[in-house]
């Protein structure tokens, strides 16, 4: 079993900056793809960011909403996924869920969610 652990939401004005982690512990060797999802009050869940490891380089991709502001990050020494936000907006107002998948086509783990308010 994987276990994983957000920190970092909280209030921030608009155009301020957070830092989402994500750590994984358990079962796992590492993180073959790390996503962010963020859910907003009457909204379905969607996918912010992604990253995803090859042999050479990681794959990352963004949601239009957000590239350019936000950037997803790991430390594969930690298990730990990371979500930089800057310039935030009022619309970025949501609760922020980490997904993690170790293996490729197996098994994805999520976070409990942190709650993230841009507002002034």
């Known amino acids: 079993q994987v276990q994983l652990v957000e920190s970092g939401g909280g209030l921030v004005q608009p155009g301020g900056s957070l830092r989402l982690s994500c750590a994984a512990s358990?079962?796992?060797?590492?993180?073959?793809?790390g996503r962010w999802y963020r859910q907003a009050p009457g909204k379905q869940r969607e996918l912010v960011a992604s990253i995803t490891s090859s042999s050479y380089t990681d794959y990352l991709s963004y949601a239009d909403s957000v590239k350019g502001r936000f950037t997803i990050s790991r430390d594969n020494a930690k298990n730990a996924v990371y979500l930089q936000m800057n310039s935030l907006k009022p619309e970025d107002t949501a609760v922020y869920y980490c997904n993690v998948q170790p293996v490729a086509g197996g098994s994805e783990y999520w976070g409990q969610g942190t709650q993230v308010t841009v507002s002034s």
């Open positions: 358990g079962n796992i060797f590492r993180i073959y793809r």
